[in-house]
């Protein structure tokens, strides 16, 4: 506990508190993800992956359609065609990318998460 504690820069008694129940703020629930090398969101709902590595290797896996053909994206025509969830989450994202602050950055893993269950839902 106390070198988990020393990890995520916080305190044994409020991990402790975790343990038995309590809720991190957004901020802890990052400094314990980054710690334990875990995603943020399995920290906070159990749904997989649950190691940031594993997204790391999905990402490379397979090159997206446009970066294998080397044609532009043109997000304008994305944005456009998508449905009003696609179109939050693609929103956040700028907003993150313009921005670059945790919570923009949160915002938008947040709306492209909903846009993903949506999605799933429909296939």
Do not use: C
Not at 12 to 39: C, F, M, W
Not at 66 to 84: F, H, N, R, T
């Amino acid at each position: 506990m106390a070198s988990f504690g020393r990890r995520t820069g916080l305190n044994e008694s409020l991990l402790r508190k975790y343990l038995h129940g309590a809720q991190p703020n957004t901020l802890n629930l990052v400094s314990i993800a980054d710690a334990g090398g875990v995603t943020v969101d399995w920290l906070a709902t159990g749904r997989e992956p649950k190691f940031r590595r594993d997204v790391v290797a999905a990402a490379s896996a397979e090159p997206a359609p446009d970066q294998a053909s080397g044609e532009p994206v043109d997000l304008q025509a994305i944005y456009k065609d998508a449905p009003p969830e696609g179109r939050r989450a693609l929103a956040a994202l700028a907003v993150a990318i313009r921005d670059r602050t945790f919570r923009a950055w949160l915002a938008a893993g947040q709306a492209i998460a909903e846009a993903a269950q949506i999605f799933d839902r429909t296939k």
